[in-house]
């Protein structure tokens, strides 16, 4: 198994600029064939650089929720399923437990 990692631009008829950044576990016997692919999830790019902790948290939070998700329907070993996470989190990391809290805070937290 493998992690491929998809940038495509933001197409939503709304003028927005920017990338999203899809997530697809293949199986190496057929990565020739390009068939045998799941998509686990997708964030944008914007949501990994933005300076507002609250904001990036939650949405690498969703993205986390659709990757775990998608595995837990995979039914992996569970070290195979420990290298994929660590790879996948390498580019997008795991928030802290408390990254659902975004919409009560009051005052966002921006880094410096």
């Known amino acids: 198994m493998f992690v491929k990692w998809v940038r495509q631009p933001l197409n ?6 920017g990338y999203r950044l899809n997530v697809f576990l293949g199986d190496g016997l057929r990565e020739n064939l390009g068939t045998e692919q ?19 948290a939650f949405h690498q939070g969703l993205f986390w929720v659709a990757v775990d998700k998608n595995l837990d329907i995979l039914g992996l070993e569970t070290a195979e399923r420990q290298k994929i996470e660590a790879e996948i989190s390498a580019k997008i990391p795991r928030p802290s437990s408390q990254w659902a809290l975004w919409g009560v805070v009051c005052c966002p937290a921006f880094d410096k």
Do not use: P, V, W
């Open 12 to 17: 939503n008829g709304m003028n927005c600029q």
């Open 38 to 56: 799941c998509h686990l999830g997708t964030i944008e790019e914007r949501f990994l650089s933005t300076k507002a902790r609250d904001t990036r």
